[in-house]
């Protein structure tokens, strides 16, 4: 694996600090060694990671620790249609906001899709899972880096699919928004309060 590659990200782990790299030929070899115990994820990081990333489908990050590929995460830019009264919950919270705020600005939702920030895919290794490497990767890059996405490309939170790790998701404050009929889940977390306040200040300092 080149050295000469820069990180993207560094962040702290139970196990030091870790880094966080763009998908790179540098690490082809290192993909076909990665195995979190879970076919889709094995099968998406070996051989569809680096196609989709080059054609502009997803943006995939991967995990170093110690030297190992510890991890990766898929991210991709999509609308999801909410409950209406999901929708209706978001409609309250932002205009309390704008309240507030004391902005006399319009704002209202009256469509059902709205735009996030999709973690298509998110695998540990089996070396490194039960070891606060999961925790740490998604409280320390996976929501910092889409709340940044979302203030510059404009969506209002994370959204996941997961069939097999719905308490992993919950206990880092995910919300259960959907379960189907084959034991999956779609779980939110809310950045839409954070991207108003970004935005908010931003704008005040334009002025």
């Known amino acids: 694996m080149s050295t000469s590659i820069q990180p993207y990200d560094t962040i702290s782990t139970p196990l030091g600090n870790c880094y966080i790299y ?37 943006h995939t990050f991967l995990l170093v620790c110690n030297g190992d590929l510890a991890g990766f995460a898929s991210f991709s830019s999509y609308s999801y249609a909410f409950a209406e009264g999901f929708v209706n919950k978001i409609r309250q919270a932002i205009l309390e906001e704008f309240s507030r705020k004391g902005l006399p600005h319009e704002f209202d939702i009256n469509f059902k899709k709205l735009p996030v920030i999709l973690l298509g895919q998110l695998g540990i290794d089996k070396k490194y899972q039960d070891k606060g490497i999961g925790s740490s990767f998604v409280r320390s890059f996976i929501i910092p880096y889409s709340l940044g996405y979302c203030i510059r490309n404009s969506c209002i939170g994370i959204l996941v699919y997961t069939r097999t790790s719905k308490g992993f998701y919950e206990k880092l404050g995910f919300q259960l928004i959907y379960e189907d009929k084959n034991g999956g889940a779609n779980y939110f977390y809310s950045l839409y309060k954070n991207v108003l306040e970004v935005r908010y200040r931003a704008f005040l300092d334009q002025q």
């Open 22 to 58: 763009t998908i790179h030929s540098s690490f082809l070899s290192k993909l076909n060694d990665f195995d979190c115990g879970e076919e889709e994820q094995n099968e998406f990081i070996k051989r569809f990671a680096v196609g989709h990333y080059l054609a502009g489908i997803n």
